[in-house]
Each structure stands twice: as C-alpha cells, then as structure tokens.
C-alpha cells in the first residue's frame, strides 16, 4: 500500500522558517515528479512546488518563489520543502503529491498526481 505521510507543520510567527518532509512508502517515487500542494480554509487547492524525477528540475508558484525550496532525497524517499520568510497568507493545510508514472512531467496541475498524503497544517500568525 503506497503511502505519502507528511510532517513539520505547526505554528509559526510571520518571518519565520518550516520545513515540512513527505515520507513515501509502499513504492520507490525516485524517478517520479512529486510536488507540494497547499489548500487554506475556504479556497480551492493550489499548487505550491514541484520537483522532477532529476532533483535541478524545479517549479514554484509566484506566491513563494524565492522564500520555499522544494528538495528530494531519494535515498530516503523522502521530499522536503523549505519555507523562510513565512507570511500569514501562507497559512493552510499543505499536502505532498507523487505522480505515479515514472519519468512523467512535472506539472503544476493537481489532477496529473495519483498519490497524496494526509496534509500537514501550516499557520503564520502576524
């Protein structure tokens, strides 16, 4: 049974660093593209950062570029995204995604990933 479990969430003030981690089990995702997703209350779900199956080729959305990292360990099957300078507008529940097609595209689009963890919540208090 493939699973994607998240963690590092928690509360943060506003200027401050996260790092969430998504650990996959069940299957190896080393040459899959996998990305971090992120949905606050109220809103619809969006695309945070995405890495492919070679960890240089990397995607973030405007909203965070330059202050999140999205990094892959494949050693541990593991994916990090780094969060500095966060803002309360950050805040939300972030989910890691795997796309199950190995060697398949990177992609910004939440219905190209088959696999997705639990979600982890983010809050920035200002």
């Known amino acids: 049974q493939v699973q994607l479990v998240e963690s590092g969430g928690g509360l943060v003030q506003a200027g401050g660093s996260l790092r969430l981690s998504c650990a996959a089990s069940?299957?190896?995702?080393?040459?899959?593209?996998m990305a971090w997703f992120r949905q606050a209350s109220g809103k619809e779900r969006e695309f945070v950062a995405g890495?492919?199956?070679?960890?240089?080729?990397?995607f973030y959305a405007d909203s965070v570029k330059g202050r999140f990292t999205i990094s892959r360990d494949n050693a541990k099957n593991t994916v990090y995204l780094q969060m500095n300078s966060l803002k309360p507008e950050d805040t939300a529940v972030y989910y890691c995604?795997?796309?199950?097609?190995?060697?398949?595209?990177?992609?910004?689009?939440?219905?190209?990933?088959?696999?997705w963890g639990q979600g982890t919540q983010v809050t920035v208090s200002s």
């Open positions: 995604a795997a796309n199950g097609r190995r060697y398949g595209p990177l992609s910004f689009v939440a219905n190209e990933y088959d696999y």
């Open positions: 069940g299957r190896a995702f080393t040459t899959n593209a």
């Open positions: 890495i492919g199956w070679t960890s240089g080729n990397t």
